[in-house]
């Protein structure tokens, strides 16, 4: 049973305005809502017609990135009121500018430059997963090293694609862990290392999915990797983040470089 | 030469807050800028010293998203003026409920679901990419198909990482294409079939800068297979999307289902 129905209208993705009608109500802890994306709005038509749809609905909110007043109007035409980010926002950054904004699609500039760097950045982060070809470790932006299933190749990924950097990563496996050292590939990258580490229990709950009761999902064997992993990373004042209660895009942005 | 240094404080990741602020910014087009992200400013002290941080700065502009108005005082008390999404936006929300807001943490509910359902669909993903484990296409929410360098991969993972879609993906080889039907693998999953194509000039770009001077990257060799591949989208209604001038926010946007 939802309170809300809770609409987010984008003359774009989209990401923007779920991004922001998340946090806000996330604000409002009592209210129950089910959030439906209407992304691509960015015709007089399409915006009437999201507008019939909205004000159909029982009990609607809507949020909306529409950047030409024009995609605006038919939502007030139906007597709806939206939060738009940039009718609320940009009045301020006006004033503060002494400046007029001059609507436009939501995009922001240079994304085909973004997307090829993106795109290679994915390309190597895939090709530099999990330990393959250590070799050109020293291309990276970032080497995430950690024990199996830590987290490493999500967090890679992510930080690829969100932010176009190019991020090994490299398992500490028991094997090197017996050694008490780093692996000597990584050795001559030390400034670009960032080592994961999570709960015990919460690591050997991942491995336990994987390889019910096998030794390598035992808590004790969880424990004794990460506790080896730990000590290189202090040894070699290795940067960690602890991923126990951390989204992907916590880890990531505690991980970007500033 | 920036004429402003525009911050982006959040005592979140900044996601958010940095989007926010580039859709903004993207109105006022002759502005210059350069975009410097303060994550995690979740204590008084943090707030202070990010709030001298930018005072010290010569020209800068400061976005946020700070939902503890604790959080939000030093920085006014160095006189700065943030453009603050909450404060911005709350006081419109509250008026459609009839409810006050509560600040908290800018953290989004369900956290550790969400985070647990999105890493089983990039591990999903990386499972079935490039048409591994085809016994297993019949668990995805989406199979991805098209030629070799179309942009399956990274349009896959986005979608597993931003919305924890599983998602296989599957060339079309020229052998497959020169049967002048789909592989037989994909038949019984016509209804989750997507395609994706490209401009032919772009896949040989795309692909020289992997082959250089290679048949595979020629621009003759690259439209037959987009061709072959089209007629066979077309003859089995596949959805289709053209990813010449698209990010992967925006293919995946049009790739989600409603």
């Known amino acids: 049973m939802n309170d809300y129905s809770v609409f987010c209208v984008s003359d774009h993705t989209g990401v923007t305005v779920e991004s922001v009608a998340k946090s806000v109500l996330a604000q409002f802890p009592r209210l129950e809502c089910s959030l439906i994306i209407l992304p691509f709005v960015d015709s007089v038509e399409k915006a009437q017609a999201a507008a019939a749809r909205i004000a159909a609905a029982p009990r609607a909110l809507t949020f909306s990135t529409l950047t030409d007043p024009a995609l605006r109007a038919p939502f007030h035409q139906a007597g709806l009121s939206l939060f738009d980010v940039f009718d609320l926002i940009a009045p301020s950054v006006e004033?503060?500018?002494?400046?007029?904004?001059?609507?436009?699609?939501?995009?922001?500039?240079?994304?085909?430059?973004?997307?090829?760097?993106?795109?290679?950045?994915?390309?190597?982060?895939?090709?530099?997963?999990?330990?393959?070809?250590?070799?050109?470790?020293?291309?990276?932006?970032?080497?995430?090293?950690?024990?199996?299933?830590?987290?490493?190749?999500?967090?890679?990924?992510?930080?690829?694609?969100?932010?176009?950097?190019?991020?090994?990563?490299y398992p500490l496996t028991p094997d090197d862990l017996g050694q008490d050292d780093l692996p000597s590939c990584l050795k001559s990258h030390l400034a670009r290392l960032r080592g994961l580490t999570l709960a015990p229990e919460r690591l050997a709950a991942l491995r336990q999915a994987r390889y019910p009761d096998s030794r390598y999902a035992?808590?004790?064997?969880?424990?004794?990797?990460?506790?080896?992993?730990?000590?290189?990373?202090?040894?070699?004042?290795?940067?960690?983040?602890?991923?126990?209660?951390?989204s992907v895009e916590e880890i990531a942005a505690r991980l970007r470089p500033a």
């Not at 290189?232 to 602890?242: G, Q, S, T």
């Open 95 to 169: 004033r503060a500018l002494g400046q007029t904004a001059t609507p436009r699609g939501g995009h922001t500039h240079g994304m085909a430059h973004d997307y090829e760097a993106r795109m290679d950045a994915v390309n190597f982060s895939l090709n530099l997963d999990d330990g393959l070809n250590p070799g050109r470790l020293g291309q990276a932006d970032l080497i995430l090293v950690g024990v199996s299933r830590v987290g490493k190749t999500p967090t890679a990924l992510y930080l690829a694609l969100q932010y176009g950097l190019r991020v090994a990563n």
């Open 218 to 246: 035992s808590p004790a064997q969880c424990r004794l990797e990460l506790d080896a992993a730990e000590a290189l990373f202090e040894r070699h004042a290795i940067p960690v983040v602890d991923t126990t209660r951390m």
